[in-house]
């Protein structure tokens, strides 16, 4: 038993380890950190979407922005689509699960806002048409995949992908990606 959680725990600091040699993963991250500021600093906002897991961590990061990430300071409007219950059940029975988030999109989407879209598989279909109804309003998209991007791969204007195929290792990885991005966002947008 001891042997198998050092081997998850060194599983995970591998998959760690490879996104800190990944100077284009890393340039990336950069990237979305100065995009997210680009939007929070024009007052937009940034809209988060997953199942599952992902849904967890697409509500986790919205709610540092939304919160406070290290320090007090005003909030940043971010959302996790799926948090209105009544709303994903009533999509999900009058039109399909598959267009949850797009409707939502939809609502409450504008230019220059972005959708940040989490998949490990990055196949989930309400995901993909997320995204295509963020892209429609010209907001732009941050994928959070697994290693090989999935269908999402093309779609995506920035595509956050740590080296791993295993689940539960890209979920790790892509919390230790998003607090990343709220720290510098915060520090870029609330500078001490």
């Known amino acids: 038993m001891i042997d198998r959680i050092k081997e998850a725990i060194n599983q995970s600091v591998d998959v760690k380890k490879a996104i800190l040699n990944d100077e284009e993963l890393l340039k990336t991250i950069q990237t979305v950190a100065d995009e997210m500021t680009r939007c ?20 986790h990061l919205a709610a540092e922005f939304s919160g406070r990430f290290y320090y007090d300071r005003p909030p940043l409007y971010s959302e996790a689509l799926h948090v209105n219950s009544s709303f994903v059940t009533a999509v999900a029975n009058d039109y399909s699960y598959d267009e949850v988030y797009a409707r939502m999109i939809r609502a409450m989407g504008r230019e220059g806002d972005i959708l940040v879209a989490i998949s490990t598989s990055g196949n989930s279909g309400n ?46 990885a892509h919390i230790l990606i998003g607090h990343i ?12």
Do not use: H
Not at 40 to 59: H, M, T, V, Y
Not at 181 to 192: G, Q, T, Y
């Open 40 to 59: 929070f600093n024009q007052k937009g906002k940034i809209l988060f979407c997953g199942n599952g897991g992902s849904a967890a961590d697409a509500q």
């Open 127 to 172: 995901i993909l048409k997320a995204i295509d109804a963020a892209l429609e309003l010209k907001m732009t998209v941050v994928g959070m995949t697994g290693m090989t991007g999935g269908r999402m791969k093309e779609k995506c204007c920035y595509l956050l992908n740590p080296p791993s195929k295993d689940t539960p290792r890209v979920q790790e």
């Open 181 to 192: 991005l709220c720290e510098l966002v915060e520090a870029a947008v609330f500078p001490k």
